[in-house]
């Protein structure tokens, strides 16, 4: 599944926007699904968000339905995250991760290639 590597992170305030990159060295992203998964301060990591890299379907969690959009670039082999309407609840540590989607994905079950993590931090 190659090596991740996450970009894009940042201080930002409330409701303000960052967009995440993915971006894979050494395989071909577009294998593999890809999901988001993010680490709050003093909580376990929990995946939020995944595409499926046959049909390009996309589920979210609801505390970042409607605010944040999954995409993928398989020329570029690089997944994006747009983050919009920011709140202080999301900050923490982004990671992607490249497998299948399983159940219990949202621990990380199916996704064998994990990036570093990206700081994302929330404030005003």
């Known amino acids: 599944q190659g090596q991740l590597v996450e970009s894009g992170g940042g201080l930002v305030q409330p409701g303000g926007s960052l967009t995440l990159s993915c971006a894979a060295s050494?395989?071909?992203?577009?294998?593999?699904?890809i999901a988001w998964f993010r680490q709050a301060p003093g909580k376990e990591r929990e995946g939020i968000l995944w595409?499926?890299?046959?049909?390009?379907?996309?589920y979210y969690k609801d505390s970042v339905k409607g605010r944040f959009t999954a995409s993928r670039d398989n020329a570029k082999n690089t997944a994006y995250l747009q983050m919009n309407s920011l709140k202080f609840e999301d900050t923490g540590v982004y990671y992607c991760?490249?497998?299948?989607?399983?159940?219990?994905?949202?621990?990380?079950?199916?996704?064998?290639?994990w990036g570093q993590g990206t700081q994302v931090t929330v404030s005003s």
């Open positions: 050494g395989s071909t992203l577009d294998f593999y699904d």
């Open positions: 595409i499926k890299t046959n049909d390009g379907s996309t």
């Open positions: 991760a490249a497998g299948f989607v399983s159940s219990s994905w949202d621990r990380g079950r199916g996704f064998g290639s």
